[in-house]
């Protein structure tokens, strides 16, 4: 089974509407991460968590917000939709080993905003 | 402001041909410096990381050759196959604290 799995993988919305996208981890790590990734632009931070009562604001905050349930999910919400959120969204986990350094990515989620 | 600036956006080499991938940096805070591989349909996995008390580091085919005093380094691919084809970022990060990727490099190897 994957380590870091994503839920759903691909998601067809209307603007307005309130999505969540969900992350989980089997590797025991305490950091997690979210990014969006655009053609051209690369990967762009969201959202990160060091614990489950640490939550940081990435580059690209305005318009998500993240949950940290507990220390193997993290969720993020789009509260009301709009169409430049069309992206591919990943979510990340960091541990102490093998470093911290080392980030596991899961396989993404597809969100279209229409 | 772009933290790390990747070149070039795309490229395409023969199969055996030595593809170069640049990166170029601002903060001297950082000191670890990544490349991910990224193929489609799946999320990015770390290929070969170095940190700037050393200029070269190898792990197989992939070569990471770091420039300090320029702020710049690069990967370089030797007798790259088919199965090289993918996206590559690369990342700059002070230890312990958030990445800055570049915008990556889409690599086609030709048969």
């Known amino acids: 089974d994957a380590d870091v799995t994503q839920t759903p993988r691909n998601r067809i919305t209307k603007t307005g509407k309130r999505i969540m996208l969900e992350c989980s981890q089997t590797?025991?790590?305490?950091?997690m991460y979210w990014y969006r990734q655009d053609p051209g632009l690369g990967l762009r931070l969201i959202y990160y968590?060091?614990?489950?009562?640490?939550?940081n604001k990435g580059e690209i905050s305005d318009g998500y917000s993240v949950s940290r349930q507990a220390q193997a999910k993290f969720s993020l919400s789009l509260e009301s939709a709009i169409p430049n959120q069309t992206a591919l969204y990943f979510c990340?986990?960091?541990?102490?080993?093998?470093?911290?350094?080392?980030?596991?990515f899961g396989p993404g989620t597809r969100l279209t905003v229409l | 402001q772009q933290q790390v600036k990747q070149s070039p956006q795309s490229l395409i080499v023969q199969k055996g041909g030595i593809p170069i991938i640049n990166c170029a940096y601002e903060?001297?805070?950082?000191?670890?410096f990544p490349w991910y591989q990224q193929f489609p349909g799946k999320g990015p996995a770390l290929l070969i990381a170095?940190?700037?008390?050393?200029s070269e580091k190898k792990e197989g085919r992939f070569t990471i050759s770091f420039n300090k005093s320029a702020k710049q380094f690069s990967l370089h691919i030797m007798d790259s196959q088919p199965g090289d084809s993918a996206t590559y970022f690369c990342?700059?990060?002070?230890?312990?604290?958030?990445?800055?990727f570049g915008t990556g490099t889409s690599l086609t190897v030709i048969p």
């Open positions: 990342a700059a990060s002070k230890t312990g604290n958030q990445f800055y």
């Open positions: 968590s060091f614990d489950v009562k640490d939550i």
């Open positions: 170095i940190r700037p008390d050393v």
């Open positions: 590797k025991g790590h305490d950091r």
């Open positions: 990340a986990t960091s541990g102490t080993y093998p470093s911290p350094d080392t980030q596991y």
């Open positions: 903060n001297t805070a950082f000191d670890y």
